[in-house]
């Protein structure tokens, strides 16, 4: 099944989650937002996928504060937890 989640990067160190539920939010319904340990990196999930599809396209590339951002299909683990299609 394709993910509704997605890897967002390169954004400003000053955004907050909730900044980006908000932007987000404009290609339909957010059901999480998580920057991680180090800025400018985060995920964010949808509830439907054909909505992550609609803001990787409308998004990625764009312009948010000071940065462009980078928005692609968060890749999912497998069994071994390890990413698909990573070389061993």
Do not use: C, W
Request: glycine share 6%; hydrophobic share 35%.
């Amino acid at each position: 099944m394709a993910s509704s989640r997605m890897l967002v990067t390169n954004f400003d160190n000053s955004t907050t989650e909730e900044e980006l539920k908000e932007l987000f939010s404009v290609h339909g319904r957010v059901r999480q937002v998580e920057i991680v340990g180090v800025r400018g990196l985060g995920f964010v999930e949808m509830f439907k996928k054909s909505e992550s599809k609609k803001a990787v396209l409308a998004l990625n590339g764009s312009e948010f504060k000071t940065s462009t951002l980078k928005v692609q299909e968060a890749r999912p683990f497998n069994d071994s937890g390890r990413r698909h299609n990573r070389r061993k």
